[in-house]
């Protein structure tokens, strides 16, 4: 049965680690907004071209353009057999305009990864991406260490300081929690403990997307 997932949660929940993880055990593509909006700039698509010209101005990409930018993956032939979008979407009028692009598909599965705010804290001041690819470093990774992926130096994001971690996470849930409330009521909403070892949470996200899709597809 197809598959059309909605990972949901904060920064440092762990979002991007979980959907590549599913998309890997369940053969689906992992979309997420930045590797949509660098896939369309780098292709020269026409949204795609628009983009940079906003990301090169220094300006946030609107809605309108996301929104336009996921239209067009989600055309794709890849995801015939479903997708799991992380990072999108964002906000409400994102959400409506990805049911409209629903219509005529199987249902959307939402799955809310919640993680206590004391957590995530540590969790992101503690952070290490790759300068080179962008890989979040396993846990206790130090400086010195390369990344699993492609060998490149490790490196502490900038935004990934207390200051900066508490105002992007109160950012989140100002934004974020009409999103949730807009899909909590579904019958496919499902929300998992987030805070557990990464190998618990993988195992709940999929008893929670197997209960979820059983009742999208008895709809």
């Known amino acids: 049965m197809p598959l059309n997932l909605i990972l949901m949660g904060p920064p440092g929940a762990g979002k991007g680690t979980q959907a590549s993880r599913l998309a890997a055990c369940l053969g689906l593509p992992a979309i997420s907004t930045g590797d949509m ?3 369309a700039v780098r292709t020269g698509t026409p949204v795609g071209l628009r983009a940079k010209a906003i990301m090169e101005r220094g300006d946030l990409v609107n809605d309108e353009v996301i929104i336009e930018i996921v239209r067009d993956r989600l055309d794709k032939n890849d995801v015939a057999a479903g997708f799991i979008l992380d990072g999108f979407p964002r906000t409400v009028a994102q959400a ?4 409209q692009l629903m219509i005529g598909r199987d249902p959307l599965v ?3 990864i919640a993680v206590p705010e004391e957590e995530l804290v540590r969790r992101l001041s503690s952070r290490l991406v ?3 690819c962008g890989l979040n470093a396993e846990a206790g990774a130090s400086l ?3 990344c699993q992926r492609c060998g490149g130096h490790m490196k502490q994001r900038a935004d ?3 200051h900066v971690v508490l105002e992007r996470l109160k950012v989140y849930h100002q934004s974020t929690q009409p999103l949730v409330d807009y899909y909590r009521s579904r ?3 499902r929300a998992v403990d987030g805070a557990q070892a990464p190998d ?6 999929a008893a929670a997307v197997e209960a979820a899709g059983s009742v999208g597809a008895n709809r």
């Open 130 to 132: 790759c300068e080179a």
């Open 144 to 146: 010195e260490s390369r």
């Open 37 to 39: 909006l660098r896939e």
């Open 200 to 205: 618990q949470v993988a195992l709940d996200i």
């Open 96 to 99: 409506r305009a990805l049911d």
């Open 187 to 189: 019958p496919t909403f």
């Open 110 to 112: 939402v799955v809310d």
């Open 160 to 162: 990934d300081n207390d």
